[in-house]
Each structure stands twice: as C-alpha cells, then as structure tokens.
C-alpha cells in the first residue's frame, strides 16, 4: 500500500512593500494602503481617512516618487527585485520546501499568495516576515493579515534580532567594508524609527534593536565608544525613539568626524530608507555638516549568508 503524500510546505518571506511604479499615481496607491493600516496609524478612521486622502497624500505622493525614481532599478523596486532574489536564494537551499515570497502592502499581496498556495493545495505555510525585531507595527501587521486571510495551517516566525547566523552575516557585511574600504571613525546602526508611546506600551521593538546591536558588536569587539545607535524615517510630529540618526550624523561631523559608516540591520534588503534617506540624504547632511564621506554599507539582500540564515530559520520552524 502506497503510503499518503506528506503534504507539501511553504515558506513565504514577506517583506513591507513598495510602489509598483515611481511615478506619482503608484505611490499614492501604495502609501494608502500603507499608512491605512491602524497597526501603523491608529488615529480614528473617521478622522485620518479624509486627512491622507485629501491632505497628505496630494502633498507626499509627488514628492516621494522622485525620491523612488532616484534609486528605481532595470528590474523595478529595490526591495521587490531584492525580496525576490533573496527568496530564490532561500528556495535553492531548501528544496524540501517550496519559498515564495509576499507584501504587506502593494504586490505580491498576501491574501494572493495564500490563495496560489491553496490553489496548489499547499499543506501547511510557515511565515517568515522579514523583520529581524518584532514590532506591533510590521511583525503584528503581518500576523494579522494572515490570520484572516489563512485557511491551513500556519506558523509565524517572530523576531530573529539575535540568531546567531544572522549576527555573524551582519557582523561579516561590516568586515567585508572595512576590507574593502578601510574603516571610519565611527560606526552607526541606524533603525527604523517607532514612535515612543508604542515601546512605553510594550512594544519590545526598541529592545531588540539593542540586543541585536549589542550582539553584532560584541561578534566585531567593539568597544562601546566605536559605535552608535540611532533611529531614522520619523513621520509625524509626535515623540519618536531618539536619538535621530541625522541629528547624530551632524554631531559626529561637528565633533571632528570625518569618515563614518552606517548600517541599517533591522532592513533585510535596500530599499527607499535606506539607498535614498540613508545613502543620499543623510551622506548630504553629514557633509554639510563637516564630515568627509558618509560609506552606506548594503543590506545582506540576497547574500550567501543570509539566504542560510533564513532558511535555517524556516527548516527550524517547520513540524518535524
């Protein structure tokens, strides 16, 4: 008697999301969806639909896509292109799996990929969002979506600020730098920023960054004066995580730095924040401000080490 097929897992890397195009339109129906989401705004719908729709987005959507247009790529979106390759890599090292890859917001939406996988008659899907610290406001997004969108089983991969390969992967882009590049007088880890009344409620997202910042430096022998640890893309004008990473970038130049590096570890791949904010941005502050050369060191993307790191990530999380 032929013994039942064992039925087929996924594993689905979701990343945030990005405009389809970096024109005006695009971005307008990305952010929508984006900054309609109450795990990002949690102002009361009556209120903050009429204010994006009629007021912010007009304003921002123009001026966005042109940020869009200066880092758009032959393949499309960074982070689409760079989710992409990074879920082929992951596919390549687990052939007992089948790796696909979603948004959260713009496409390849979830509900449609879980709906492809249900089509094929996918057994069972383990999620991995690609967000290496948990937030309520992207991890928990996530969940949510799924949760509502699922009808198999599933499991979620929460946070993995401290796996130990994917610190040695970060800790080895920086060494990869400095080889190449020589290293600067100061090293920065700049973070996404939240606003401070979700960590005062319980969000362990600040918390995460310090561990996993405290883990790389410790795999480099970092001394606690060789680097800093700042948050960046404050929307808003409420209270966000300090200390702000252009505020920080413009203090080192004043205070005689000449050369700094920047990493941005809690982004699995380039994308807006961090080739355009970071790299063009924030380079531009920092020399306004004195300094000599602002060196942007690449998010892991689609590298060797990461693509291992995520799919022993996701075997782990896989039922036995």
């Known amino acids: 008697m032929t013994a039942p097929k064992t039925p087929e897992t996924a594993v689905v890397l979701v990343n945030l999301g990005t405009p ?53 790529m032959d393949e499309g979106s960074p982070l689409a292109v760079h989710t992409r390759r990074l879920a082929q890599a992951v596919q390549q090292r687990m052939p007992q799996a089948r790796v696909v890859h979603a948004m959260r917001y713009g496409a390849p939406s979830i509900p449609d990929v879980f709906a492809a996988l249900r089509a094929d008659r996918v057994g069972r899907v383990i999620v ?127 205070n005689g730095v000449r050369k700094v590096d920047v990493v941005c570890p809690g982004f699995a791949v380039d994308c807006l924040e961090t080739l355009e904010e970071i790299a063009i941005q924030n380079a531009q502050v920092f020399t306004a401000a004195g300094g000599q050369a602002l060196r942007y060191i690449p998010c892991l993307n689609d590298a060797p080490a990461h693509a291992d790191a995520l799919a022993a990530l996701a075997t782990e999380a896989m039922p036995a």
């Not at 990305?30 to 007021?55: A, I």
């Not at 796996?163 to 920086?174: F, G, H, L, T, Y």
């Not at 060494?175 to 090293?187: C, I, V």
């Open 20 to 72: 389809s195009a970096p024109t005006p339109r695009a971005v307008r129906r990305y952010l929508g969806e984006f900054l309609m989401d109450p795990r990002v705004v949690s102002l009361p719908r009556w209120l903050w639909g009429p204010l994006l729709h009629l007021v912010i987005l007009p304003l921002r959507s123009r001026r966005v896509a042109r940020k869009y247009a200066e880092i758009w």
């Open 128 to 254: 991995l969002p690609l967000y290496p610290q948990y937030s309520t406001t992207t991890t928990a997004s996530v969940e949510d979506l799924v949760r509502r969108t699922r009808n198999m089983p599933t499991h979620s991969v929460h946070d993995y600020h401290r796996d130990p390969r994917w610190v040695q992967a970060i800790a080895d882009s920086i060494r990869a730098h400095w080889a190449a590049n020589g290293r600067g007088d100061t090293l920065v880890f700049s973070f996404h920023g939240l606003p401070q009344r979700l960590v005062d409620a319980g969000d362990p997202y600040a918390a995460q960054c310090e561990a996993g910042v405290a883990a790389i430096a410790e795999a480099l022998a970092l001394k606690p004066g060789d680097y800093r640890l700042t948050y960046q893309s404050r929307f808003g004008k409420e209270q966000w995580l300090e200390p702000a990473t252009v505020n920080v970038l413009g203090e080192l130049a004043r």
